[in-house]
């Protein structure tokens, strides 16, 4: 019924399963959760992230450098381009720009650089992109209009921006995700954003290990919280909480819809 369009099982916090990620997985799908789509960071979680989706049917991988780890040089995109051609991969990234930390000119430099290599890859490649932002509004939607292709657009995920910035998405193509940042006390501006993003351009994650949502929040995250992130978005939009399950999970499929 529910799909995690973004966690990193790699990344798991396992004590509660003594370490098993078998249990972690099970757990979810007792939850209801039927697909879960397992985010590559960099050039060496990438391979993990790949053999994770060929352990599991019902997970899915992407691979990708996220913009924290374009650190000193701009990350060889041809070995996210072998990578990709699994049958498993079904996104580009994550991606895409985060000013917030990197606050240097070189650095953002570096960001724009891998950003734009990914999008022409997921326009070569048919693929689309996973797409991370903050602090990095205009660029982000510049560089998406520039660089990348509506045929196979992406996905703005965990997002906490405007309903400007949303729109801006929504118009080139995008999906937008939402985390478990929703259901936090001080999320009043990101819940008005959801109240009018339109139902069949949404997805839902939990992005865990981190940002679980209340009333788990300050425990690690995993993905059968999904189903927590869900409800409280049906609640926001007045809508059945099966129904937003079915929706988003529709969404799902027709972004990454090499997932089969």
Known sequence: MYIDSHCHLDRLDLTA??????????AARDAG??????????????????????????????????????????????????LATHKKVVAIG???????????????????QSFINHLQLASELKLPVVVHTRDAREDTIDFIREHGSRESAGVLHCFTESLEMATAALDLG?????????????????REVVKYLPMDRLLIETDSPYLAPVPHRGKPNEPKFVVEVARYIAELKGV?????????????????????
Do not use: W
């Open 174 to 190: 995008y999906y937008i995700s939402i985390s478990g940042i929703a259901t936090f006390r001080n999320a009043s501006e990101l």
């Open 240 to 260: 059945d909480e099966r129904e937003l399950g079915r929706v988003t999970s529709e969404n799902f499929f027709n972004l990454f819809n090499t997932a089969v």
């Open 94 to 112: 994550e991606t895409g720009l985060d000013y917030y930390y990197a606050d240097s000119e070189g650095l953002q430099a570096i960001q724009r």
């Open 17 to 26: 399963y003594n370490g098993d990620l078998d249990l972690a997985v099970q």
């Open 33 to 82: 959760v039927s697909r879960m789509l397992c985010i590559g960071i960099d050039l060496e979680n990438a391979p993990t992230v790949v053999a994770l989706a060929e352990q599991y049917d019902d997970v899915f991988a992407s691979v990708g450098v996220h913009p924290l780890d374009c650190k000193e040089l701009v990350p060889d995109i041809e070995v996210v381009k072998k």
